[in-house]
């Protein structure tokens, strides 16, 4: 069972509570309507999907029905943290600035 802290209510619980919302800090597209289809398509349904260290989205459904971001080892299922999306992006920033994604 996967378990997670919600960052506004601060309260510790597992994942039924919660929905999935997808991978965190995509940059879209500056100017959308220039892409072709397939560059559009790549931003829509691609994702980096490695292993490791992943930032993701959740929603708190059962509780506040706030957004925030999780950096979690998609291979242990270990949570480093549960962050309000503007306290996460300074950290998600910091870790793409050291990390190098191998695919």
């Known amino acids: 069972m996967l378990y997670l802290n919600c960052p506004f209510c601060g309260e510790k619980r597992d994942e039924q509570e919660f929905h999935y919302a997808g991978e965190a800090y995509i940059a879209r597209p500056e100017n959308p309507e ?3 289809d397939e560059q559009w398509g790549d931003y829509v ?7 490791g260290w992943i930032w993701e989205q959740w ?3 059962a509780g506040c029905r706030k957004f925030f971001v999780v950096k979690r080892h ?3 299922n270990q949570v480093q943290g549960s962050y309000t ?3 996460g992006k300074a950290l998600f920033l910091e870790d793409m600035e050291q990390t190098e994604v191998v695919v």
């Open 34 to 36: 220039s892409l072709s």
């Open 45 to 51: 349904f691609m994702r980096s999907n490695h292993k």
């Open 59 to 61: 929603e708190h459904v």
């Open 74 to 76: 998609n291979v242990s």
């Open 85 to 87: 999306l503007a306290d």
